[in-house]
């Protein structure tokens, strides 16, 4: 077939390359925008079973409209499902905290910026205007207008009078003002320590921070809450940097009360950070966008460097970079247009996934191909009879490589989390693209180049070694050139080896077993922070960090309990007494357990502010029974047909809600709720009114308990990837191991080799954990998708080498013997395998530039697996063990490992058959 395909492209390379061109251009001109197509998040990947997406579900039926209450000042509410930007403003230098002035500041400009921000800003993505200029020309100045004014202090009736202030600037309908229809709007609502009902959740215990928190519609890693915290983020710095302050004012009467006023002015020493998880879900997407554009870049760079260091032909550089290139953007317009069709579903991380192993893999295939061009032409052979018996002879063993691989990263697509599945698919059809295009683009463009291919080796048919730009015996020559210049190294590698194998075996597994140690004590430290992705200077990690200094740290990511019972009566006047009551003893139940389970509040139908604030509702009679009615609403599902039927209680823990400590603290958190359900259940015998008592009776048996927010969420991932660690490695193992015994028909050695890349992954997890434990900073874990992208990577392209020099070893003990033949196949494999690791480790290493800590992580181990499997697991774990095995130093157990039979000194002496010089290898 390959010598077909070799006729084929010298007859007619140019065709070939138009049809490459215009299939490029066409789909990659077509192809549907990544923002249009892609899914966003983590947890929106979890199967649909899980516990929290089910707790979610049962949520959305309980309370569809996402509003746990109705419109008024005592509304309690807080969405789990929602997302939110706060504004923290905290004072440190003064022990009292917050002053009158400090209060009067968060009233009168955050809170009316914020609120014309609200009435001005639609849905929109970020980067789509110049958001200074819009603070200049809409938000200061109605901020500088509405001062002199009194605002209502309900928030409805606020809202409006800042609506019309806006509109009235340019006339009755606010269009030329920006005023945008309330459906159109993106933020929901604005909400300070002012609003009777939340008011005091935002004031922290020492008195000396508060919130302020703008309600979102949309879900944290929504694109479209980009315009929103662009402009959040420029009223802030405007604010805390004054710069311009007054001089865009648009009239003189405005710069007037400006200068007399000073109403923008920040109070001195008072700080103004940005938190929320709309905030952190802007910054994870912004990173993951500079980290795909720093892959990418870092990528082509990476490539060339080391591409002309390895060919000093400029040629030779731009062929495997048109045909790689092309690859990479067509694999993704490929992927683009499935997913618009509604064939697959993407991600936008799944990019740099693609790039960084198409292009890896792309280039070892040219560097494959054009090493056994370069042979043939030196043997003799014409530009055409070159490219066919290359074709011919290497095309194979491309195959077999790009088939190694395509079958371990392809068993991702059985693992349960969402994203694992798109990534094997989508990188394994990138394999595909790539192995063809080497196969046909890549031998047409070298046709057509011909001699020049080689420039400035240009001068005859036969094709010198010693041209180009870099001299031959340069150190770098010296390392990954495949002609005589290394042979001498590999040559002395190879005889140390035949002269003590066992030592040499020995000494390298030692010197890395300590490593593997690290790796197994270190296997489960794994870091599913959103906050632990990010760089320390992100604008939400700083907010996050001013948070949790002045307020719990889980008030960032409440844990919402639902308890389902079909026996709940809690709708109507009677069910809100009803539902008081039971609210009242659960919680009291729980508070006895708080300490031991490091829950810091507790809120529920009956303490709808917390514990830590009962009895701060105050006013009179008739705004008590308006706040317990909106208490009411918010923790008893009002809507058909689970009315009254679902309760919910709110746990706030001490701790990060995305760290490991408060994932294990979850399900302790969850038997104390049915604890609690079980003790009420006990005193059942004691009520007098038989209905209640027929309720409590049967709490235990007839509840349903359910968990989400952010940890229950983790807490699924972390069971959900747990369980796809261990199907990914047996299936990515076996996989890999069948590949290998169907092209080497040996199960023993197949079985080691195998082994031999698994305990060069343990290396790799070993040394990824030490190196980022001594890098400043508190050091989490590894991210939690590193070290299954790492094994499955690492298992399935490792391989690709081994299979390469398994395959030559073949060959060369045909006419060697067993031992001399491992060892020629050592020698002469060693420069164009080397030259193939490197490149691959370079285009891996391009990951280390991106900004989210866990593409570092991957980008490091994986370049530093590859040149472990290049520099150590190749060359010398492999040749010694099978120097070893073919000496018969494993005695009687030696048949059993795949021992050839051989004569006293380890080699036996070939028949004419295996002399055969003609023999085409597989690979050189």
């Known amino acids: 077939m390959f010598e077909r395909i070799g006729k084929v492209v010298t007859r007619a390379p140019i065709p070939i390359v138009l049809v490459w061109a215009t299939a490029g251009v066409l789909l990659i001109e077509s192809a549907p925008e990544w923002s249009d197509v892609s899914q966003e998040g983590e947890f929106t990947f979890l199967p649909e079973d899980s516990p929290s997406r089910q707790a979610e579900e049962l949520y959305r039926r309980a309370f569809p409209s996402g509003k746990d209450g109705g419109e008024g000042e005592s509304e309690v509410r807080q969405d789990p ?20 002035a400090d209060r009067e500041f968060v009233i009168s400009v955050l809170r009316t910026g914020l609120e014309v921000i609200q009435v001005t800003t639609p849905f929109g993505y970020a980067d789509s205007e110049d958001s200074s200029a819009y603070i200049n020309r809409r938000v200061r100045p109605r901020v500088l207008q509405l001062a002199g004014e009194s605002l209502s202090g309900r928030r409805e009736t606020r809202l409006e009078q800042v609506r019309e202030a806006v509109a009235g600037r340019n006339g009755p309908e606010g269009e030329t003002a920006g005023v945008v229809p309330e459906e159109e709007r993106i933020v929901d609502a604005v909400w300070t320590f002012e609003q009777r009902g939340v008011g005091p959740l935002l004031i922290s215990p020492d008195q000396k921070s508060t919130l302020v928190v703008v309600d979102v519609k949309t879900e944290f890693l929504d694109r479209e809450n980009g315009l929103l915290l662009d402009r959040i983020e420029a009223f802030v710095n405007d604010i805390v940097t004054n710069r311009h302050l007054y001089e865009k004012a648009e009239s003189d009467e405005l710069a007037a009360q400006a200068d007399s006023d000073d109403v923008l002015k920040l109070p001195a020493n008072l700080e103004l950070a940005i938190s929320g998880s709309a905030t952190v879900g802007r910054d994870m997407l912004r990173a993951e966008k500079q980290s795909t554009s720093n892959t990418e870049r870092w990528t082509k760079v990476l490539v060339i460097v080391l591409l002309l260091l390895i060919y000093r032909a400029p040629l030779l550089v731009v062929i495997p970079l048109l045909t790689v290139g092309l690859t990479v953007e067509l694999t993704m317009s490929l992927l683009l247009h499935m997913a618009a069709l509604g064939w697959i579903e993407v991600f936008s991380a799944l990019r740099i996934y693609v790039t960084v192993v198409v292009y890896g893999a792309g280039v070892d295939f040219c560097l494959f191909l054009i090493s056994r061009y370069r042979e043939e032409l030196h043997a003799g052979a014409s530009f055409d009879d070159a490219i066919s018996r290359a074709l011919e002879r290497v095309g194979i063993a491309l195959a077999t490589s790009a088939g190694t691989s395509i079958a371990g990263i392809g068993m991702m697509m059985f693992a349960e989390f969402g994203k694992f599945p798109k990534a094997g698919f989508s990188i394994s059809f990138g394999l595909l693209i790539v192995l063809c295009c080497a196969l046909t683009l890549t031998p047409a463009l070298l046709r057509l180049a011909g001699r020049w291919a080689f420039w400035p080796d240009v001068r005859e048919e036969r094709i010198s070694a010693q041209k180009g730009w870099i001299p031959m015996t340069s150190a770098w020559s010296l390392l990954v050139s495949d002609r005589p210049w290394t042979e001498n190294i590999w040559t002395r590698i190879a005889s140390i080896i035949e002269r003590r194998p066992g030592r040499v075996f020995l000494i390298a597994v030692a010197a890395m077993t ?23 200077e992100v604008t939400s990690v700083v907010g996050a960090k001013a948070v949790q200094e002045h307020f719990p740290a889980g008030i960032t990511g409440v844990t919402t309990v639902l308890l389902k019972n079909d026996n709940f009566d809690f709708a109507g006047t009677r069910g809100l007494r009803d539902g008081e009551k039971f609210a009242e003893a659960l919680t009291a139940e729980l508070a006895e357990q708080a300490d031991n389970l490091k829950i810091a509040d507790i809120r529920s139908q009956s303490d709808p502010i917390g514990i830590k604030n009962a009895g701060a509702i105050q006013g009179s009679l008739a705004e008590r029974n308006l706040a317990r009615k909106f208490a009411h609403a918010t923790y008893v599902s009002s809507t058909e047909p689970l009315a009254g039927k679902v309760v919910r209680v709110d746990l706030v823990f001490e701790n990060d809600p995305f760290t490991r400590e408060s994932i294990g603290r979850l399900t302790p958190a969850e038997d104390a709720v049915r604890d609690s359900l079980q003790a009420l259940e006990d005193r059942a015998a004691g009520i007098e009114d038989d209905e209640e008592r027929a309720l409590y009776s049967s709490l235990t048996e007839e509840t349903e308990v359910h968990v989400l927010g952010p940890t229950a969420s983790l807490r699924d991932l972390k069971q959900v990837t747990d369980r796809d660690r261990v199907t990914i490695a047996v299936l990515v193992s076996i996989a890999v191991y069948l590949v290998l015994i169907a092209l080497l028909g040996k199960p023993a050695i197949s079985l080691y080799l195998i082994a031999s890349v698994v305990f060069s992954f343990l290396v790799t997890l070993g040394v990824t954990h030490c190196v980022f434990m001594l890098q400043p900073g508190t050091y989490n874990g590894m991210d939690w998708k590193a070290p299954i992208f790492v094994f499955t990577i690492l298992v399935a392209m490792g391989e690709d080498y081994n299979v390469l020099l398994m395959s030559r070893v073949d060959e060369e003990q045909r006419k060697l013997g067993p031992v001399k033949g491992v060892l020629a196949a050592l020698t002469k494999t060693g420069g164009i395998i080397s030259s193939c690791g490197i490149i691959m480790a370079g285009t891996f290493a391009s990951l280390t530039t991106g900004t989210l800590t866990g593409i570092v992580q ?20 492999v040749p010694s063990y099978l120097v070893l095995l073919y000496q018969g130093r494993f005695g009687r157990f030696g048949r059993w490992l795949g021992a050839i039979e051989s004569g006293e000194d380890g080699d036996h002496k070939p028949n004419g058959d295996e002399t055969d010089a003609d023999a085409p290898p597989q690979m050189s």
Do not use: H, K, W
């Open 81 to 100: 499902m929602g997302s939110n930007v706060a504004i923290v403003v905290r004072r440190e230098d003064l022990p009292d905290g917050l002053t009158s």
């Open 514 to 536: 300590p490593f593997v140690i690290v790796a197994c004590v270190n296997y489960n430290r794994l870091s599913y922070g959103l906050l632990s992705e990010l760089q320390p």
């Open 858 to 877: 991957l980008g490091f181990a994986l370049a530093f697996g590859v040149l472990l499997d290049t520099f150590v697991v190749r060359p010398i774990l």
